[in-house]
T-cell receptor, first 112, second 116 residues
């Protein structure tokens, strides 16, 4: 089945710097890759997603890139702010009708 | 309006008891899910369900069972609770029909289950 790895597990950056989180997946048939942000004590919330027919997607300070050949996708956050501090999860959807597989999460701390 | 809601928010119970967690979504989605998030924050799918099929993660003990009275509800029943069941349980929903097809999942607020 699908396996999703995520690195790093923790990441600390200074406010204003960029943060990059990378995920790799194993099933080449996976075609949908969302990213979720989970603040302490809250629910995971979708922040951006990308489908396999697209190489890059951007939404203000957040962008996601996908390399289907290498089977990895990355989250890029620019001009980080303290409110970006949270746990970020990547996920992959192997096939229609199957379940999402989540990465283990990255705890991002943005230091003021 | 709350899109995906769960009750209760907190649940503290003794080992061996049977308990249920309720989930409701008002998004008109056709698929609902249950996830378990342990103390290390790993988010693991337990079930996905729509009116046609139930997909069970093979690692889920059969003490856990989803029950769906209708398309907007997916409740989680847990029998003979064990210490290791302590975790936060999240319900989620998405629309998985063909046509305007989207897999975006919306999560409920979570239920923190503590087994003593």
């Amino acid at each position: 089945g699908e396996n999703v790895e995520q690195h790093p597990s923790t990441l600390s950056v200074q406010e204003g710097d960029s943060a990059v989180i990378k995920c790799t997946y194993s099933d080449s048939a996976s075609n949908y890759f969302p990213w979720y942000k989970q603040e302490l004590g809250k629910r995971p919330q979708l922040i951006i997603d990308i489908r396999s027919n697209v190489g890059e997607k951007k939404d203000q300070r957040i962008a996601v890139t996908l390399n289907k050949t290498a089977k990895h996708f990355s989250l890029h956050i620019t001009e980080t702010q303290p409110e970006d501090s949270a746990v970020y999860f990547c996920a992959a959807l192997p096939n229609y009708g199957q379940n999402f597989v989540f990465g283990p999460g990255t705890r991002l701390s943005v230091l003021p | 309006d709350t899109a995906v809601s769960q009750t209760p928010k907190y649940l503290v119970t003794q080992m061996g008891n049977d308990k249920s967690i309720k989930c409701e979504q008002n998004l008109g989605h056709d698929t609902m899910y249950w996830y378990k998030q342990d103390s290390k924050k790993f988010l693991k799918i337990m079930f996905s369900y729509n009116n046609k099929e139930l997909i069970i993660n093979e690692t889920v003990p059969n003490r856990f069972s989803p029950k769906s009275p209708d398309k907007a509800h997916l409740n989680l029943h847990i029998n003979s609770l064990e210490l290791g069941d302590s975790a936060v349980y999240f319900c989620a929903s998405s629309q998985r029909t063909s046509g305007l097809f989207t897999d975006t999942q919306y999560f409920g607020p979570g239920t923190r289950l503590t087994v003593l």
